[in-house]
């Protein structure tokens, strides 16, 4: 069963970088983009980056995606307490005709 | 600016059939891909599936024997049907936009519903 791996927990101190990985396999990060969610809890999720390493209008460009072979990474830079949140990666997955894998999340804390 | 709004039952018992709407205003649905996701403390963000302006669908292959999604382009509007619902489908429902050319991508959100399934 395909999975995207990200680390459950994050942390970090204002004004820090941290950065996220979710790794997957040739049938998912490896052949197709990725796209990344911030969700605070009660609320709707929000796009964050799409297509690998692209912010949507209205994302600071504290934000930044990439990827590599079969691992994404979400970097936040200048981090701030309102960046504390669950981060979750997602990607086509290619196998059974095809469906969307979301990450496991991970849950950032802003010391 | 598009704006997504499910409406749903809240409360279930189980084994019964889970019905949700979702109504799009300030846009069309023509034209576009439409998503169904669920998020539970324990599991996290799980897609459902997409329906289509033109009624393609594609289901997560762990509900697929379970889920139905329809849409009716004349009530700009598309639902999920669940059945034999369990403890384990308690979650937060959202209907989603997919973003054009990117199957993944999500850009407009409802704000959710909550559904309890308990006896």
């Known amino acids: 069963q395909p999975v995207l791996t990200q680390p459950p927990s994050a942390s970090g101190t204002p004004g820090q970088r941290v950065t996220i990985s979710c790794s997957g396999d040739?049938?998912?990060?490896?052949?197709?983009?990725v796209n990344w969610y911030q969700h605070y809890p009660g609320t709707a999720p929000k796009l964050l980056i799409y297509?690998?390493?692209q912010r949507p209008s209205g994302v600071p460009d504290r934000f930044s995606g990439s990827k590599s072979g079969t691992t994404a990474t979400l970097a936040i830079s200048g981090l701030l307490s309102e960046d504390e949140a669950d981060y979750y990666c997602?990607?086509?997955?290619?196998?059974?005709?095809?469906?969307?894998?979301f990450g496991g999340g991970t849950k950032l804390t802003v010391l | 600016q598009v704006q997504l709004q499910e409406s749903g039952p809240g409360l279930m018992q189980p084994s019964e059939t889970l019905s949700l709407t979702c109504i799009v205003s300030?846009?069309?649905?023509?034209?576009?891909?439409w998503t169904w996701i669920r998020h539970s403390p324990g599991t996290g963000l799980e897609w459902i599936g997409y329906?289509?302006?033109?009624?393609?669908?594609k289901y997560n292959p762990s509900l697929r024997s379970r889920v139905t999604l329809s849409v009716n382009t004349s009530k700009n509007q598309f639902s999920l049907k669940l059945s034999s619902v369990t403890a384990a489908d308690t979650a937060v429902y959202y209907c989603?936009?997919?973003?054009?050319?990117?199957?993944?991508?999500?850009?407009?959100w409802g704000q959710g519903t909550p559904v309890t399934v308990s006896s």
């Open positions: 989603a936009k997919m973003q054009f050319g990117d199957l993944s991508a999500f850009d407009y």
């Open positions: 300030g846009g069309s649905i023509s034209g576009y891909y």
């Open positions: 329906i289509s302006y033109n009624g393609a669908s």
């Open positions: 040739n049938s998912n990060v490896g052949t197709n983009t």
């Open positions: 297509t690998n390493d």
């Open positions: 997602a990607a086509w997955e290619d196998s059974l005709d095809g469906y969307v894998l």
